[in-house]
T-cell receptor
Framework: DSGVTQTPKHLITATGQRVTLRCSPR?????VYWYQQSLDQGLQFLIQ???????AKGNILERFSAQQFPDLHSELNLSSLELGDSALYFC????????????FGPGTRLTVL | AQRVTQPEKLLSVFKGAPVELKCNYSYSGSPELFWYVQYSRQRLQLLLR??SRESIKGFTADLNKGETSFHLKKPFAQEEDSAMYYCALKTSYDKVIFGPGTSLSVIP
């Protein structure tokens, strides 16, 4: 599958814990975007990386951080987890840093108990 | 404030009827608008973007800067159009803002 992949599919953890979500972009795509989708907030843009560097920032909490590695995969780190962090986290990729079409991954469902 | 609104959470239309999914935005700069669609058990995917002025799967959308709208239209709805539709705005700083989405149900 040459599309965007995300691991794990599901993650259940407790409040106060820290988790790492992983995303591999489509082959050839240099940009990675992270989104959070919750029932009450909808789809929220968190952050974008382009070729290893932060490109744009959205509503990302200070407890959250991300990075993009030399092989272009990206990780989203969520720490001091709260119940309200339970959501679907999507990763998307695109060819360029200003390219319009984003290709989405299947998402990681995070449940904080 | 930068914002995208989609006033209808749910929209039901009969097969063959026209459909219009509303999208309004608030942005002081020059916007780039998109429509994304998520079919059941599939990934979110781009449907169309205003700059290309194309028609995809019979859908069109025109950017109306005066009314700050980017409504999605199709003259004759098909059952396979049933899905979740999201309007999105990309700002000049590359932030992407999605609307809350509209669930379209086409009744056979």
């Amino acid at each position: 599958d040459s599309g965007v992949t995300q691991t794990p599919k599901h993650l259940i953890t407790a409040t106060g814990q820290r988790v790492t979500l992983r995303c591999s972009p489509r082959s050839g795509d240099l940009s990675v975007y992270w989104y959070q989708q919750s029932l009450d907030q909808g789809l929220q843009f968190l952050i974008q990386y382009y070729n290893g560097e932060e490109r744009a920032k959205g509503n990302i909490l200070e407890r959250f951080s991300a990075q993009q590695f030399p092989d272009l995969h990206s990780e989203l780190n969520l720490s001091s987890l709260e119940l309200g962090d339970s959501a679907l986290y999507f990763c998307a990729s695109s060819v360029g840093d200003r390219t319009h079409e984003q290709f989405f991954g299947p998402g990681t469902r995070l449940t904080v108990l | 404030a930068q914002r995208v609104t989609q006033p209808e959470k749910l929209l039901s239309v009969f097969k063959g009827a026209p459909v219009e999914l509303k999208c309004n935005y608030s942005y002081s700069g020059s916007p780039e608008l998109f429509w994304y669609v998520q079919y059941s058990r599939q990934r979110l995917q781009l449907l169309l973007r205003h700059i290309s002025r194309e028609s995809i799967k019979g859908f069109t959308a025109d950017l109306n800067k005066g009314e700050t709208s980017f409504h999605l239209k199709k003259p004759f709805a098909q059952e396979e159009d049933s899905a979740m539709y999201y309007c999105a705005l990309k700002t000049s700083y590359d932030k992407v803002i999605f609307g809350p989405g509209t669930s379209l149900s086409v009744i056979p």
